[in-house]
């Protein structure tokens, strides 16, 4: 009979290390991952607004802080004996309802003006009546704008 006693003695303690052994495999097995949703994001464009500078800062090499910086148009164009090129426009000394005449110096017609501060938007016209086809033409202040009209 003794030896029915140890066998079921090793039995039993084989069952009591069963159940920790069954422990430690669970809490060594990694848990179940979640399935992740990716979210697609766009991404988006913005426009880049212009910034004006202040008028404080000085906006040309050539100006100092006493002296207006020298805004020049030039019109590259023969406009044939006796013709003149006007300008009219905004900004400075123009206006739209009455044109400056331009200087011809080498066959080109100049005008400059220190009195733009905020650039200038102008036209040409031929004999101060005939307006130059297209668009308004805008200079900053400080600038030279040499342009080839067509009237």
């Known amino acids: 009979m003794a030896i029915k006693k140890t066998a079921k ?5 084989k069952a009591a290390v069963k159940p920790t052994a069954v422990k ?8 179940a991952k979640k399935a992740v949703k990716k979210t697609v994001v766009k991404k988006t464009v913005s426009k880049k607004t212009a910034v004006k500078k202040p008028a404080t800062e000085a906006p040309a090499k050539t100006a100092t802080a006493s002296t207006p910086p020298l805004t020049t148009v030039v019109a590259d164009l023969d ?11 905004e900004g400075g000394p123009l206006a739209w309802n ?3 005449q331009m200087d011809c110096a080498d066959g080109k017609w100049t005008w400059a003006t220190t009195d733009a501060a905020d650039g200038l938007v102008f036209k040409f016209l031929l004999n101060d009546k005939t307006w130059a086809k297209g668009e308004n033409t805008t200079v900053a202040a400080g600038s030279t704008a040499v342009l080839r009209p067509v009237f």
């Not at 430690?24 to 848990?31: C, E, G, I, L, S």
């Open 9 to 13: 003695k090793k039995a039993v303690k």
């Open 24 to 31: 430690t495999a669970v809490k060594k097995a990694p848990a």
């Open 98 to 100: 009455k044109g400056i």
């Open 79 to 89: 406009v044939g004996w006796g013709n003149a090129i006007y300008l009219r426009g």
